[in-house]
């Protein structure tokens, strides 16, 4: 997995705990945030598709 070294996890996770129905969801891929560049990046998307959904 790689590390996204723009912004750290701990921004997410820090925020998750303080927003009220927060949901954090991890998308482990070799692009880090830019996910969409990925060889797999069909699984990551539907991942996104599916939390925006809910």
Same mark, same amino acid.
């Given at each position: 997995?790689? &590390? @996204?070294?723009?912004? %750290? ?8 705990? *303080? &927003?009220? @129905?927060?949901?954090?969801? *991890?998308?482990?891929? =070799?692009?880090?945030?830019? $996910?969409?560049?990925?060889? #797999? %990046? @069909?699984? =990551?998307?539907? #991942?996104? &598709? *599916? $939390?925006?959904?809910?």
């Amino acid at each position: 997995m790689l &590390i @996204d070294k723009a912004v %750290s996890i701990e921004h997410a996770e820090y925020a998750n705990k *303080r &927003i009220t @129905d927060a949901k954090l969801i *991890r998308i482990d891929n =070799a692009w880090g945030h830019v $996910f969409w560049l990925d060889e #797999q %990046s @069909d699984r =990551a998307i539907s #991942q996104l &598709i *599916r $939390f925006i959904e809910e």
